[in-house]
């Protein structure tokens, strides 16, 4: 067999500027300021929520934002999290499968056509 060369690429995070992170005592402090101005009392909730989400490293993962949808959508993600899983799990079953089966013969002629197709 042929060992090919990782091609798997690592996804980072994309970096949070959109709002400051703001360190516990800087967020009180700035919730009174926010609480002080003349705004509609909706305004003030919308914006005090922003910042204190922005303190929240987590606030972003997947899990924290399903977290704060109504339970029926909760349960629909879990549904289609859970068949995605079991769907997954069938294929590489499959493929582990076809090539359990397969020949060293085949497999080197697949791995060389690959390679061929490829230009290595």
Excluded: C, F
Excluded at 89 to 111: I, T, Y
């Amino acid at each position: 067999m042929t060992k090919k060369k990782s091609t798997k690429t690592t996804l980072t995070p994309p970096k949070r500027d959109h709002l400051p992170a703001l360190n516990p005592a800087r967020l009180i402090v700035t919730l009174q300021q926010i609480n002080a101005m003349d705004l509609p009392t909706e305004a003030k909730q919308a914006v005090a929520a922003s910042l204190q989400e922005a303190t929240n490293p987590d606030a972003e993962k997947t899990e924290v934002v399903i977290a704060t949808l109504d339970q029926d959508e909760q349960d629909a993600i879990n549904a289609a999290q859970a068949d995605y899983r079991k769907t997954m799990g069938r294929m590489a079953a499959r493929g582990r499968a076809a090539l359990e089966a397969m020949s060293d013969e085949e497999w080197q002629k697949a791995v060389d056509a690959q390679e061929a197709k490829n230009g290595d």
